[in-house]
């Protein structure tokens, strides 16, 4: 058996790493992300977009209203805009915005 340089270790562990991201939740994806992110010096929370989404209307800007836990039927359902965001669908990066 041949024996690894380092190079090809750190390839391999890379390798087994994304593997396993790919096969776990996604919460672990985005962990990964997050490092990876912080390594090549991008801004944690948006990877320098400068701007994340809201989490209440998944960044469109407008949410579904009308029924019980958004199981409406299409003739209740109407789209309001997101008060959380002010119907922008996303807020500038609280960590890119510190000055
Ligand atoms: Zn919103
Ligand atoms: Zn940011």
């Known amino acids: 058996m041949q024996s690894l340089t380092s190079n090809e270790v750190a390839g ?3 390798g087994a790493l994304l593997l396993g991201a790919t096969i776990a939740a996604p919460k672990v994806d985005a962990f990964i992300a ?3 992110r912080r390594s090549l010096g991008m801004c944690r929370k948006c990877g320098d977009l400068k ?3 809201c ?3 998944k960044g469109t800007g407008t949410i ?3 029924g019980f ?3 409406s039927d299409s003739s209740n359902a109407r789209s309001v ?3 959380n965001c002010r119907a922008k669908g ?6 890119c915005s510190k000055s």
């Open 55 to 57: 989490g209440r209307c």
């Open 51 to 53: 701007s994340v989404a």
């Open 90 to 95: 996303c807020f500038p990066c609280p960590e």
């Open 69 to 71: 836990f958004g199981f």
């Open 64 to 66: 579904k209203s009308g």
């Open 34 to 36: 997050a490092s990876q």
């Open 81 to 83: 805009a997101c008060d």
């Open 12 to 14: 391999l562990a890379v």
